[in-house]
């Protein structure tokens, strides 16, 4: 009988042994890493290496992201998975097999997805131009939104031809009528053409990029409208008040000391106004291109949005060449984020991927907010340089969590002291607010 049982287990491994996988089959040689899945990430999810001369005895493979060991949970001579470390950071991926070491791809690491939600502040997919109530409001195209000093919503409403502010949860319009046009006054007796965005200053100053006039614009706290600098004709030239030409100015931002800086479009240079009119370039050679540098060493590609951080630093949505921008006071530019490709990818800041980032928001923290354009999105750029997405699906208009709104063409951003996010969501017609879910 012993025999029999004998037999029969000698019997059983061999089959077990002939109908072993081929991939379970240790290979000779050093292991090789050809691919990860996926290749960015958070802390603590399953990682698929594939490869070959792994071991199929998971101990005696040694996984590290980075240089901090990973658990391996499954091991084949093709393939291994693996979880991300907890302490791991952004960096290559390497397999020790004995002796033997290889490394691999990079794995991003991308911060954990934070829970936003997505609501219609005001305004309606319905256009039009009603004050009142934000309940009620409606806009046309809005293109722009700031936040003043005293947490008022500033409404660049371009298809509108006016600049509207939300506050005590009503819309009501500070300057300019429906009718396209270029006169400086009070109130409805100013007309723009074309308004794009805004900024406040600390006094309660509005200045606005009126793209069509080719001007910046002044709106003191009364409501009166002035010309600050530009005014009529395209073209470039810096100078004084009306003797500068701007082509397509966008956006605006303005420091602590009154100084407004412009993106200006189809010159791809970012403009200085002073506080007396006086525009001078701080950076862009005037060429439409890509080049880090100081002044008008650096080139930009239809630069389209623009804030001044906390640092006082400008950040720029660099529109066409896909990338957010830093120019430092002294007009130092440098890349913070995307590789220069139009898509959709978050992750460490280098690889990331944009498509038309075409509004811009620093917070206090330190946080950067784009309104993506194409991608129908808002992204995030936090502290430690990692990108993530806020909100943002396909095209389309839904409120609700942040990972399932929708949105149409969002082309600007801004956050208030309390950390909410506005979004001019143009094609829909309205503002949307962001707020961290409890």
Known sequence: MKQIITGCLLLALFF???CKKDDDKQETGSPV????????????????????????????????????????????ATQLQVVSPATGATGPVTVAVGNTKT?????????????????????????????????????????????????RLIVTDRGNNRIR????????????????????????????????????????NIYVADRDNNAIRKITPLGVVSTLAGGGTAGYADGVGTAAKFNQPLD????????????????????????????TTLAGSGTAGFANGTGTVAQFKNPSGLDVDKDGNIIVADRLNHRIRKITPAGVVTSIAGDGNTGYR?????????ADPYGISGDKNGNIFIADLNNNKIRKINAAGLVSTVAGTVKGYADGAGAAAQMNGPTDVCVDGDGVIYVADLTNHCIRKITLMK
Do not use: C
């Open 252 to 279: 605006v931002a303005v420091d602590a000391a009154g100084n407004v800086y412009v993106a200006d479009n189809l010159n791809h240079r970012i403009r200085k106004v002073a506080a007396d009119g006086t525009v």
């Open 346 to 354: 978050d992750g460490d800041a280098a690889g990331a991927r944009f």
């Open 33 to 76: 890493v050809t691919a990860i899945w996926p290749s960015s990430g958070t802390a603590g999810i399953i990682v698929t290496l594939k490869g070959k001369n792994f071991s199929y005895v998971r101990e005696n493979n040694k996984v590290q992201f980075n240089g901090v060991d990973a658990i391996v949970i499954e091991a084949a």
């Open 165 to 204: 502010m939300i506050t005590a949860g009503e819309v009501k319009a500070i300057a300019g009528n429906t009718a396209a046009g270029y006169t400086d006054g009070a109130g409805a007796t100013a007309q723009f053409k074309l308004p794009w965005k805004a900024t406040a200053d600390a006094a309660g």
């Open 103 to 151: 490394e691999g791809p990079v794995y991003a690491y991308v911060p954990a997805m934070e829970e936003y939600i997505v609501e219609t502040y005001s305004g309606s997919t319905t256009a039009g131009s009603v004050d009142g109530p934000v309940t009620s409001a409606l806009f046309r195209n809005p293109e722009g939104v700031a936040v003043d000093a005293n947490g």
């Open 16 to 18: 077990s042994a002939g």
